[in-house]
């Protein structure tokens, strides 16, 4: 039974009852001004609230740079964007704000000046906060390409979790401690991407990170963040097999786990029944494993029509994902990677998977830029709603 955090507690219980008044208030105008009643979504109808009514956590990835931490400090309720992340989440992570290549400027310097933004603004609102990620592939600064070598790798991958994990020691909820570490197409045997950590210090990296996060924060939650498991395809189904592989394989070793990440980038494709995902998360749970949905959107690149088809289509993958997913009593977390749309990655980075030929931005998140709520969001909430509420 999940223990729920007394801070995340109190601000429900002041949700609930700010919907309750509002409630009150909203019975007694007359008709023609109660239309938004019916799509209210703050307070007691948010993400939030009923994600934690089932024992789930509903997330959200920030930019710790747009929020108005100040005026929460002096007891605002800031600008839209703030007013939202507070809304929705009852856990947050840095989209980008707790990766090397933002804590790291050069080797002797650390600035933490986002990453402490934002566990400034959770110590304000009681939000939870994940921390991504300790060891990646990716977003690293340039200068650890040149001045990691194989004399020094394992001292400085140890460093900066001993640095950046013992900073937030015991005030994180999950540490994705390393981010994508498979890539079959690499053609190694062990199936690990050609990373510069495989490279520099060979397989055992992935252990000698765990374990040195386990050693710096004993109670954060240790999770390893993986990409194209999702899905009922061959590519998708070897993949799962990998990680699976590699999870086994930790807990054979004993190296201290927790916890898998899905990342769900996923596509809108209608006749996904996910099952594959479900053995695994249930491989997962066979092993004492926990699952969270890491960083998800629902790229519509290939939905023809215009914004309605899109919102359709993300409706219905989010009612068809979560369900099949949250149905899961080891996942006890969804977040989106972002929260309105027009912000999401996938719209900045132009890929060519991401872009569609109409030229309109994808509608992959359940807000749009006015902080409106589009099908995707009462589609999740409808999900959360199902879940069995053998967690709560
Ligand atoms: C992305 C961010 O959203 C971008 O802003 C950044 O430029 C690149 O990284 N998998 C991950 C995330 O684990 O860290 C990535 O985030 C998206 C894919």
Redesign the pocket.
């Known amino acids: 039974m999940k223990k729920i955090d007394s801070k995340e507690f109190n601000f429900t219980r002041r949700e609930f009852q700010m919907g309750a008044l509002a409630a009150g208030l909203l019975a007694a105008l007359p008709s023609w001004a109660r239309a938004g009643e019916a799509k209210s979504t703050s307070g007691a109808e948010s993400l939030r609230a009923h994600a934690a009514a089932r024992g789930l956590l509903y997330g959200i ?1 920030v930019n710790p740079a747009l929020l108005d931490v100040e005026g929460v400090a002096n007891g605002r309720s800031g600008d839209g964007y703030t007013r939202l992340i507070r809304e929705q989440a009852n856990i947050m992570v840095a ?2 704000a707790m ?1 090397w290549e933002a804590l790291r400027p050069s080797a002797s310097v650390f600035d933490f000046t986002l990453a402490d933004r934002l566990m400034r603004f959770a110590g304000l609102t009681g939000q939870l906060v994940r921390g ?2 300790l060891c ?1 592939h ?2 690293n600064p340039d200068w650890l390409k040149t001045e990691a070598t194989k004399d020094n790798a394992r001292l400085l991958l140890t460093q900066h979790i001993e640095a950046v994990a013992g900073r937030y020691r015991g005030r994180l909820h999950s540490w ?1 401690v390393v ?2 570490a498979i890539l079959g197409k690499d053609g190694r045997p062990d199936h690990l991407r050609k990373s510069l950590w495989v490279e520099l210090i060979g397989p055992e990296y992935i252990d000698l990170a765990f374990q040195t996060a386990a050693r710096v924060d004993p109670q954060v939650k240790l999770t390893y ?1 993986d ?1 194209d498991i999702e899905l009922d395809t061959p590519e998708h189904k070897e993949k799962r097999e990998h990680v699976l592989q590699l999870l086994r394989g930790m807990k054979a070793r004993g190296v201290p786990i927790h916890a898998l990440g899905v ?1 769900s ?1 996923i596509g809108t494709d209608p006749d996904q029944k996910y099952t594959g995902l479900v053995e695994l998360i249930r491989a997962c749970g066979q092993m004492g494993l926990e699952v969270y949905l ?2 998800m959107d629902l790229n519509t690149a290939k939905i023809p029509g215009g914004n309605d088809a899109q919102d359709a289509a993300v409706a219905q993958t989010c009612r068809n994902y979560l369900g099949a997913v949250l149905a899961e009593p080891n996942v006890k977390a969804a977040l989106t ?2 929260i309105d749309y027009s912000m ?2 996938l719209n ?2 132009k890929f060519d998977w991401a872009t569609r030929p109409d030229g309109a931005l994808l509608r992959c998140l359940p807000f749009d830029d006015d902080h409106q709520p589009l099908p995707a969001f009462f589609a999740i909430r409808e999900a959360l709603d199902r879940a069995p509420a053998h967690r709560a």
């Open positions: 990835a989209e980008n990766k991504h990620n990646w990716a977003d994705d981010n994508e963040n990409y990342q980038h890491t960083e990677w972002g999401s990655w900045k980075a």
